[in-house]
């Protein structure tokens, strides 16, 4: 069961659905069909870590059972908000429009408190790596209140991990609370009731039955390339390029203009993903190399926001020199993450360019 | 006369001296007398350099034509110095173990002036770099006198630049009246004459008309080689491996004990650049993958020093906290300069492995 809540790449549709091969027309094609039955394997893994995260007890702070069942509820909302864009003309429009922010909203909502603490697991990690000790949020805690004015670097590092501590698990618990608000209210009740809806029914539109699915999918494609051709890969390629801390003093840091580009083809990939998913229902083969690109753009994305949370951090009123240093230094290294990443990035895509001609 | 000033990595013998090719012995192996004219050729350039540099000025505050005398004279005593430990077995003993600690002296005393200038360069460079707008010295230095606590991060790196601009200049008008201290010194006196000796007669020791000069030269070489090989360059040459800032935050990070091996290497470089210019006597081809390696070496020293620079600066009291995150920021920014030096000295050195098997 574990293994299902885990976020598979290129996966086989998760969960309960019957893995049949895909719908075809009389051409061989894959239409309407096809698409009908990723949403309904979708909509029903959505009810299953529903059902999963009320029994296991929505007060946990979300980890364990209960992050894992919200985890799997985002990742399904993901793939059917992602489908009903890619295979719009295949769907009922008013339905389909209506559906997708609010999905969005769901997901959202879900992933911020996992969000806040992967980044301060993050951000304690890169202190520990620093100051080669461990900076871990209780030690943070025993770090004197006054950090001598000469600056011990690594009482900076403590007291800089013990504000961040304190600043995203603030964060976190809001998050928390609004998750729990969120599943609680009218608004994801409505939600629930259309996939629910979906699970027995798709709302396909008159299209469907004649529409193949492919150029769908290949436009997809086409909208991934196309925005990977726009970054600006021959830098990232060079090794040590010094791009992604440039301007990483400037006035205004958050969030750097730099990195849409970037974050934009992690959605595009994705959406790729699983337009790939619905035409190859459960027999899709795992595309290692996009695997990479993927895994390379979350970790451009986490970098990205941790080294916003340092700086951002360090905007506190009040906090000791030593502290803003250790924030500087931390806000530099995962500045460089940043970098790192889009160096893993250009490695992976330039091996897919090589394997598919 | 300009280009005479500049340091050619695996030059000619520079200056005055007559290009003949190198004494042989019978056997047609160089012996002591090619390294006599070596040293002599290196010793009419230092007695030049010297008399260049009184004729424009000490006064001048190391740059143009009193900066390159300076250069020049430090260049001529790094290269005899280099000699007098390369080839020891064909020197008069007592003269050349008295006479290495002077000229080290001397260089170390001329370089610190320098040093200096060019670490703040470098560091407002970064500074520029990483604000996105100048911040020179005079703009600096109109600053204004209390940032605010929330922390303009520009403010910060402007408060960084002047506070580094007061601190490296105090260091380099020190290191500028030190210099010219020296230079009017009787210790100063009594290496010039030393050197004065050594232009017109070159104590050579009895070994000198039978030794060949080139096994003292492969054992330069080999020493180079044997540290290159004790570096991590595995890890060196995996880009973005962040081992250069790993510590960055410890207690005690100046120096860093991970450089000391680089800084030898980059020594034992000059050694086996200046061996095979005294074994070839102007003759010497320039090797392009030793000069990128050479080049790279200069940089991880720079980098380092300047992060150092930039930690130190830190440590000052009373300063406010967006000017320490701005110098946290720049100081990890030079470790990765650092880095990228590694990485840098692992491709030329990769290079130069392939070309002689």
Redesign the interface.
Known sequence: MAQQHLDPPTSSVAGTAPRAPAPLDEGGAPIGDALAGYLRAQATEFLRSLRQHRETGAAASGAGESGDAARSLRRSARRISGSLHTFRPLLDADWSEGMRPELAWLSGTLAREHAYAARLERLLGA?N?????AVVPAQAGRAPAAAP??????V??AKAGALLDRQLTLARTRAHSAALQALGSSRFHAVADSVAVLASEVPLAPAANTTDLRPLAAAAQDRLTDAVTALPLVVAGL??N?EA???????D?APQPQDAPWHQVRLLLRLHRYASEALHQGECPVDVRLLGAGKALNRHRDAAEAASAA?SA??T?????????????????QR??V??AR??FQQAWQKEAVRTP
């Not at 790596?129 to 000790?133: A, I, M, N, P, V």
């Not at 000791?320 to 230094?329: D, E």
Request: proline share 6%.
């Open positions: 202190l790596r620093l100051s080669g000790t004015r000469t600056g011990n670097l690594t900076g590092a090794p040590y010094a801390l440039v301007h990483g003093l400037s006035a840091t700086a360090a905007r009123p009040r906090i000791a020199p030593a502290t803003a240093y250790a924030l500087g230094v931390l806000h530099a290294d460089h993450e970098e790192a160096f893993a």
